[in-house]
C-alpha cells in the first residue's frame, strides 16, 4: 500500500495527464456525433442568454444594413400583395399553403470552424420544433437541431453531415450538396448524372423534395464543374449567393404537410 | 496557492471573451484561425504545481469548448500542451535565467528563447485541435496549410500582446 502511494506521488503528473487526456477524448469521441449532442444542447440553453446580450450590442452596429434589407423586403412584399389582389378574384388559381414562416435573428453564428452551428432567438415558445428549415431570401441555412425555451440551435449548411437536395434550376436533376469545409462562400453538389446540360454560372436552388425547405429556394451559382473518367456524375462547386458570415434576420420554414408526407412513404416502404 | 497565479483567474474571463467574441468573428480566410488564448497556459511559471497546470488547461479548454458548441476539441489539445511544457521548459531555458516564480514573459525571456518555446508549443496545439476537427473531410495539404498560416498568426498576436500590454516590469 505504501508503495502503491509512494509510486502515485512520483508519477502523479503522468498519471493525472493521462486521467484528464482520457477523459477529454471520451468526451471527444462519444458527444460528436450528429444527433444525441446533448451537452451541445445543454450549453446551448445557458450561453445562449449571454450570446443574446452581446448580439444585442452588435445589432446597433448593423442597424443601416438591417434597415435596408427591411425596405428591400417591404417592397418585394408589397409586389406580392399586389399580384395576390388580381388573382385571388380567379377561381381557378388554388395555391394551397405548404409552409408558415416566421423571422428569427441570429444571435451566434460561425463559419470557421468544420461544423458549423448558429443560435436563434426563437424556441419552443414560439413553436419551434426540431427538424424545421431555416432560409433567408437569397438561400437555405440550416435545419433546426435542438431547441430550449427561448433558443434554438441549427446546423448549418455549413457542416460535414449536412446533406440537402438540390437541383438545377433549368432541369430537374437532383443532387446533394456538401460541404467540403474551409472555404465558407463554397460547397460543392454531388449526384449531378453527367448528361445534363451544365453551364458555368448556372443557378442552383432547393429541390423541396424533402419537405423541409420550400421548392425553388435560390442557393448559389454554379463556378466550376468536371466530369471525372468512370464516374457518371459531375463534380460541382458552387457558390452561395448568401454570405453566410453576415446574415442576421432568417425565416423559419414550418412544413404544413411533412407528416402527411413521411406517413405516406412511410406506408410505402412496409409493404 | 501562490500568489504569482491569482492573476490568472481574472485573466481567464478576458482571454476567453476576446477568443470567442473577437478573434472567432473575425475571419481572415478559411486557412486562417488564431487561438491566442493559449498564452495562459504558455505563459504560467515554472513554479506552478503540476496538477495546478493540467486542470487549468483542461478547465480553459472545456469554458472554450462550451462557448464554441464543440466538446472535446480544445480540452484535448489544451492539456497536452499543458503536459508537453514542463519538459520544454527543460529543454529551451536553461537554469538561472529567470526565477521559478515569474511568469514566461517575453522581456524576461528574451526574443529568440521566447520565439522557440512559443511557437513550439502553438504549433502542437494547432496540430491536434485542427487534426481532430478536420480529420474526416479535408486533404492533408489544407490541414497543413491551416495548421502552419494559423500558428503563426497566433505567435504574431501573442508577441504584439506581450509587447503592448505585459512589460510594465520594464517601464519601473
Redesign the interface.
Known amino acids: 500500500m505504501y508503495n502503491l502511494i509512494r509510486f502515485v506521488k512520483k508519477y502523479h503528473f503522468i498519471l493525472l495527464f493521462l486521467l484528464i487526456e482520457g477523459f477529454s477524448v471520451f468526451l471527444l469521441a462519444t458527444n460528436n456525433h450528429y444527433q444525441g449532442n446533448k451537452i451541445n444542447a445543454f450549453s446551448q440553453k445557458y450561453v445562449g442568454s449571454l450570446h443574446a446580450g452581446l448580439s444585442n450590442i452588435s445589432d446597433f452596429f448593423k442597424l443601416k444594413q438591417t434597415n435596408k434589407f427591411l425596405a428591400d423586403e417591404n417592397a418585394k412584399l408589397h409586389s406580392l400583395l399586389e399580384k395576390q389582389s388580381i388573382l385571388s378574384n380567379d377561381s381557378l388559381i388554388f395555391e394551397a399553403t405548404l409552409f408558415k414562416y416566421q423571422s428569427a435573428r441570429v444571435i451566434n453564428n460561425s463559419v470557421h470552424k468544420s461544423n458549423n452551428y448558429l443560435t436563434l432567438n426563437k424556441g419552443t415558445r414560439h413553436g419551434i420544433k426540431e427538424g424545421m428549415g431555416v432560409i433567408t431570401e437569397n438561400g437555405v441555412i440550416g435545419i433546426i437541431h435542438s431547441v430550449s425555451d427561448r433558443f434554438s440551435l441549427v446546423i448549418s449548411v455549413l457542416h460535414q453531415k449536412s446533406s440537402i437536395s438540390v437541383r438545377l434550376k433549368n432541369e430537374m436533376f437532383l443532387g446533394r450538396m456538401l460541404w467540403s469545409g474551409f472555404d465558407y462562400r463554397k460547397t460543392t453538389i454531388d449526384d449531378i448524372p453527367n448528361h445534363a446540360n451544365l453551364n458555368i454560372g448556372d443557378t442552383i436552388i432547393s429541390s423541396g423534395n424533402s419537405a423541409i425547405f420550400p421548392d425553388g429556394i435560390i442557393i448559389g451559382k454554379v463556378i466550376s464543374f468536371q466530369k471525372i473518367p468512370g464516374d457518371n456524375f459531375y463534380k460541382i462547386q458552387i457558390q452561395f449567393f448568401e454570405d453566410l458570415n453576415r446574415i442576421h434576420y432568417v425565416y423559419v420554414a414550418e412544413s404544413l404537410i411533412k407528416d402527411e408526407k413521411e406517413l405516406l412513404e412511410l406506408n410505402a416502404k412496409d409493404d | 496557492m501562490i500568489k504569482q497565479l491569482y492573476k490568472y483567474f481574472w485573466l481567464t474571463p478576458i482571454f476567453i471573451f476576446i477568443q470567442v467574441?473577437i478573434l472567432?468573428q473575425v475571419?481572415f480566410n478559411?486557412?486562417i484561425?488564431p487561438y491566442f488564448y493559449i498564452m495562459l497556459i504558455i505563459c504560467l511559471p515554472q513554479i506552478t504545481p503540476?496538477?495546478f497546470l493540467?486542470?487549468f488547461a483542461?478547465l480553459l479548454?472545456v469554458f472554450l469548448d462550451?462557448?464554441?458548441?464543440?466538446?472535446?476539441?480544445h480540452?484535448?489539445a489544451c492539456?497536452?500542451i499543458?503536459?508537453l511544457k514542463?519538459a520544454f521548459e527543460r529543454i529551451i531555458i536553461p537554469k538561472n535565467t529567470i526565477s521559478a516564480e515569474q511568469d514566461l514573459f517575453l522581456q524576461k525571456l528574451g526574443f529568440k528563447m521566447f520565439s522557440v518555446f512559443a511557437f513550439m508549443l502553438i504549433f502542437i496545439h494547432h496540430t491536434i485541435l485542427f487534426l481532430?476537427?478536420?480529420f474526416?473531410?479535408?486533404t492533408f495539404i489544407?490541414i497543413i496549410g491551416?495548421i502552419a498560416l494559423s500558428s503563426f498568426i497566433t505567435f504574431v498576436i501573442i508577441l504584439v500582446c506581450q509587447f503592448f500590454f505585459f512589460n510594465s516590469d520594464r517601464r519601473k
Open positions: 467574441y472567432n475571419l478559411g486557412y484561425n503540476r496538477w493540467l486542470t483542461f479548454g462550451v462557448f464554441e458548441g464543440s466538446i472535446g476539441f480540452s484535448t492539456v497536452m499543458a503536459f514542463p481532430l476537427a478536420h474526416k473531410l479535408a489544407d491551416k
